[in-house]
């Protein structure tokens, strides 16, 4: 079955960075654009970053717009998000997922960032 595991997270300052990995599989990674998405506490579950097949297409939300980078590797089934100077409002549990409706998701990792 499709599954995503996410790892890479963790406490960290302000103005630090962190890289998180999600390992895909139960499917044809390389046919299908990828996206990361978080939920701080208490809040909805937002959109943060997507990816195209080939890494053709990359587009940002605009509150992690020129510090988060998404990329891929097909050949490895993994999906990536470098996080470059993050700030507290970054903090959340963050999870990757496919570009549709698949009910699925994985445990998500936890991203804590000090002031």
């Known amino acids: 079955q499709v599954q995503f595991v996410e790892s890479g997270g963790g406490l960290v300052q302000a103005g630090g960075s962190l890289r998180l990995s999600c390992a895909a599989s139960?499917?044809?990674?390389?046919?299908?654009?990828m996206r990361w998405y978080r939920q701080p506490p208490g809040k909805e579950r937002e959109w943060v970053a997507y990816i195209g097949t080939s890494s053709e297409i990359t587009t940002y939300a605009d509150f992690v717009k020129g510090r988060f980078t998404i990329s891929r590797d097909n050949a490895k089934n993994t999906l990536y998000l470098q996080m470059n100077d993050l700030k507290p409002e970054d903090t959340a549990m963050y999870y990757c997922?496919?570009?549709?409706?698949?009910?699925?998701w994985g445990q998500g990792t936890q991203v804590t960032v000090s002031p």
């Open positions: 139960g499917f044809t990674f390389s046919t299908y654009s």
């Open positions: 997922h496919r570009d549709d409706n698949l009910p699925s």
